[in-house]
Structures are given as C-alpha cells and as structure tokens.
C-alpha cells in the first residue's frame, strides 16, 4: 500500500447474524455503500456456511466474502474447512488466529502459523489477529504482538500479500479501544519486526468514527478493522467517509 493509496477495512460478523439477517445486512448496509467500500477493498468475513451464498448477493460490487477461520491442511480433520477449499469456494482473505479462538480453543502461535502457511499456498491472504489479553504497557503489549505476528508469518513468503490487525483482547467488544500512542508504539515495532512489503498493518478493536483520524495522526496505520458498528449503516458511512478522506 502507497502511502496515498485508500486505507483498507474489514469487518467480521462473527455469529452475530444469521442467513436472513446477513443476507438483509448485506442488502441494506453493505451494498448501498458497495462504491466506496470497494475503494477500501473492504471485505466481511463471515461464518462458513453464509460464504457462498454472500459471494452471489456480493457479486460485481467489488466487495468480497471472507472466512473466519481455516484449517491448515485437507483430510483427516472431521468438522475443519481447509484453506484449499475456501479458495475452491472463491475466499479471497481468512481469519486467523482471533483472540476469541486462541482462548476458546487454545490456538497457539505454531497452530496459526500452519494455517497462515497453508492460507497464502492457497491463493488466500491471511489475516492475522493479534493482541495483548489485558492492559500492560505499550512496549510490552509491543513486543508481544511482533513475536505473534513474527512467528505466524514465519512461513509466508515476504511478497505474499497479508494482513497484520492489532485487536487487544481487551478492547474486543468495549467502548474504548486501545490510546493513540499505545498503538503508535505497537505499530512501530510491528513494522520493524515485519519488514515485508506486502504485509499491512490494521487496528481494530472499539472502531467508530474518529477512531481512524486520531490512530492516524499518531501512526502510519494503514486501516481499521469495524466490528458491530459495521452493522449499522449511519456509523458505517461515517467509518468509510473517514477513511476515504484520509486518502483525498
């Protein structure tokens, strides 16, 4: 990403909504903004079920469909979807590694990695989560995210495009994310533990409109993750028009 290229943004619904509320959601909220949400190359990553069905209702908008998860390998892993068959369905980004999955289901760096590793063979672009569980100081919640992100990119190749989004696990779901300058120190290090030209570096955790400006002023931030606000078309707009302002 240039320096005056549009910001990115994403957002995941979790399972926060069903089929016909995603469908409508999709309707109402995303596609009416499909334009300019498109120049932010924005993407939803939705549960694995509701994929093929949003990539047909998402179909010529320039908005895309992503997963929250994959595993890292084909056969023998009764209930787990593989990288190779989300990029058989026409996934384009994955999920990885979630604050919610590495305390729900004890993911750990190694697991993530080899998910990672099989998403970019499989055309995909990983998206790695990571984030300090509780509030520590920013050198310290630094060094913890790079060595995460460090370690799960280990195996992607430096060109491979991917995408790094800083959520502390204790912004998720809070009205306050993480300071402007708490997150200026993380970036920087990620940045400096991360030199790969293709990698983008997100925030995203508490994102509402101002939240984008204020980070930015701080950092070189390329985008924000949108977490329920997304689900509101009002704060959305707002959320777009913020960022596409950032690249005017």
């Known amino acids: 990403m240039a320096e005056n290229d549009a910001p990115l943004s994403l957002t995941s619904t979790k399972m926060n909504l069903g089929r016909e509320q995603t469908r409508r959601w999709l309707d109402e ?9 498109a120049t932010l190359s924005f993407f939803a990553c ?42 058989e369905l026409g996934c384009g980004q ?3 590694g979630h604050a919610e999955r590495r305390r729900l289901f004890h993911e750990d760096d190694s697991l993530i990695a080899r998910k990672a590793t099989a998403a970019a063979g499989a055309g995909m672009t990983p998206v790695i989560c990571v984030g300090e569980e509780r509030r520590v100081a ?28 800083y959520e502390p696990a204790w912004a ?17 290090t990620l ?12 925030y995203g955790g ?25 689900q509101d078309s009002g704060v959305l707009h707002e ?3 913020e960022l596409l302002a950032a690249a005017s």
């Open 29 to 37: 909220v995303i596609l009416p903004n499909a334009r300019a949400l």
């Open 191 to 202: 940045r400096s533990a991360l030199p790969r030209p293709a990698t983008h570096f997100l």
């Open 138 to 165: 920013a050198r310290s919640a630094a060094a913890h995210v790079a060595e995460q992100a460090r370690r799960a990119l280990a195996e992607v190749p430096a060109r491979h495009p991917a995408l790094v989004l």
């Open 46 to 87: 939705l549960p694995y079920p509701l994929i093929p069905d949003a990539q047909r209702q998402l179909a010529g908008s320039g908005v895309s469909a992503g997963a929250q998860n994959c595993w890292h390998s084909d056969g023998a892993a009764t209930g787990e979807v593989s990288a190779g068959l989300l990029a």
């Open 172 to 188: 998720i779901g809070s009205a306050h994310g993480a300071e402007p300058g708490h997150a200026a120190t993380v970036l920087e």
């Open 206 to 230: 508490a994102v509402t409109p101002g939240t984008y400006t204020a980070l930015r002023a701080r950092a070189p931030w390329h985008g924000v993750a949108v977490g329920r606000a997304a």
């Open 239 to 241: 959320v777009t028009d």
């Open 94 to 96: 994955v999920m990885l």
